[in-house]
């Protein structure tokens, strides 16, 4: 099954793959490799998942807005290789920043949302490396953010 039929056999709805807002790209390709910048969580609505863990939100909403983050890699991913994602051989790595308080310490569960997601739609080839990081600030506030690596066919 292509990743495309996954996607649709899961009921999933990428996101629009956002433009960035500063002096960087969203993606780049340098060999066989893509490289996907930080995607925050924002809702289906658009709206920014804002907040911190420990204090704002519990590790279930932080779950969810790690996984609006791995579906907006995924439809950068996209982007990237020309609306196939059939060029994507596997996923290597994910790094999620987790805006949490001091005493909070369920960020590997809420960057699992992510994880999940990419495992969801890639199977095999979407199991990678991982990074869970705390932090005590993101940008614009929101809760969650999340970069990727990608090998390319």
Known sequence: MSFEDKIKELNITLPKAADPVGSYVA??????????????????KGELIKGKLGKDLD?????????????????????????????????IKLTGFVNSTEDFIEQPKVINGASDLIASI?????????????????????????????EIN
């Not at 993606?27 to 490799?33: E, V």
């Open 27 to 44: 993606s780049k390709i340098t060999n066989n490799m893509l490289f996907i910048s930080g995607q925050i969580s924002i809702s289906e």
């Open 59 to 91: 590790t279930a909403a932080g779950y969810e807005a790690a996984k609006r983050c791995g579906l907006s890699i995924v439809a950068q991913a996209k982007k990237a290789c020309d609306n196939d994602l059939s060029k994507i051989k596997s996923c």
């Open 122 to 150: 890639f199977g095999n080839s979407g199991m990678h490396t991982r990074a869970a990081v705390s932090t005590n600030s993101l940008p614009l506030g929101v809760s969650v953010e999340v970069d990727a690596i990608f």
